[in-house]
């Protein structure tokens, strides 16, 4: 079942929901909407699964940097979210998309128990600017159904995550490189 924006104020301020910071005006019927961070990562070169991913990390200047296509980026939420109580799932808006920009398409479920900034994946159709702190997606809160396990009681890899994390597919693949 997904939550109403007034569910989400009402769970929020009950402490079941971390949005910080948080903005009641950012509320819509059934989502909170979601703004890009300050910072993006470029990763460049050949993507290889067994490898890290090499990349760049750059502060997007407040008078905006242009998305090429055919690049990777990865980004952060302005927003850091999470719930013990409900799971999350991050997608783009409308708008975004209209723009010709796919964010986050890989990866929008996020587990109970586990409070982040979000890492992003940014694709673009076209070259098109992108400013920091621009409403970026909406976040639905969603009730679980059976017994509560805490993302974070599982320690998985991602679990510490502080900032963008690229990918560490590379620590499932035998002969990995590290």
């Known amino acids: 079942m997904i939550l109403t924006g007034p569910a989400i104020a009402a769970a929020?301020?009950?402490?079941?929901?971390?949005?910080?910071p948080y903005d009641p005006d950012r509320l819509s019927p059934n989502a909170y909407d979601w703004?890009?961070?300050?910072?993006?990562r470029i990763c460049g070169g050949d993507l290889d699964?067994?490898?890290?991913?090499?990349?760049?990390?750059?502060?997007?200047?407040?008078?905006?940097?242009?998305?090429q296509p055919g690049v990777l980026y990865l980004g952060i939420t302005h927003e850091k979210t999470g719930s013990e109580t409900y799971a999350q799932f991050l997608n783009g808006n409308r708008a975004i998309g209209a723009r010709g920009i796919w964010v986050h398409v890989s990866a929008p479920l996020g587990h109970q128990g586990h409070a982040i900034h979000w890492t992003l994946e940014i694709r673009t159709s076209q070259p098109v600017r992108v400013y920091p702190r621009?409403?970026?997606?909406?976040?639905?809160f969603l009730q679980?159904?059976?017994?509560?396990?805490?993302?974070?009681?599982?320690?998985l890899k991602y679990t510490a995550s502080q900032g963008i994390e690229t990918s560490r597919l590379y620590?499932?693949?035998p002969g990995g490189r590290p």
């Open 144 to 155: 679980a159904l059976g017994a509560t396990v805490s993302y974070q009681q599982h320690g």
């Open 134 to 140: 621009m409403t970026f997606g909406k976040l639905v």
């Open 49 to 67: 699964a067994a490898a890290p991913t090499d990349s760049t990390e750059i502060a997007i200047p407040r008078t905006g940097f242009v998305l």
């Open 171 to 173: 620590e499932e693949i």
């Open 35 to 40: 703004r890009l961070g300050d910072n993006l």
């Open 12 to 20: 929020r301020a009950a402490g079941e929901i971390t949005i910080d």
